[in-house]
Nanobody, 121 residues
């Protein structure tokens, strides 16, 4: 049983900042990859950023230089620091994690329920 819990979403003005956090809990042996995705109305879900257990990161071109993903392996958490927010960043943001519950198991994808980020004046 694995659960992802998100926090930090809300309403912010253009140019402002938000910090999203996601904590994974339950039966976890190893988290191979954590990341953030988002989906705006009328659009496909898109990758925002991912981070591996060795801290290698990947950020979407649309957020490079503005968003930074980080993780704490000991606490099984991943954060997304969002700066210089734009109205087009408005979306539901989902936490994702690729997790092995046991060393001999193939990993599975887990998702948080999503948190709304609204950038508006």
């Amino acid at each position: 049983q694995v659960q992802l819990v998100e926090s930090g979403g809300g309403l912010v003005q253009p140019g402002g900042s938000l910090r999203l956090s996601c904590a994974a809990s339950g039966s976890i042996f190893s988290i191979h990859r954590m990341g953030w995705y988002r989906q705006a109305p009328g659009k496909q879900r898109e990758l925002v950023a991912t981070i591996l257990s060795d801290s290698r990161t990947n950020h979407a071109d649309s957020v490079k230089g503005r968003f930074t993903i980080s993780r704490d392996n000991a606490q099984n958490t991943v954060d997304l620091q969002m700066n210089s927010l734009k109205p087009e960043d408005t979306a539901v943001y989902y936490c994702n994690a690729l997790i092995s519950q046991w060393s001999w198991q193939t990993p599975n994808d887990y998702w948080g329920p999503g948190t709304q980020v609204t950038v508006s004046s």
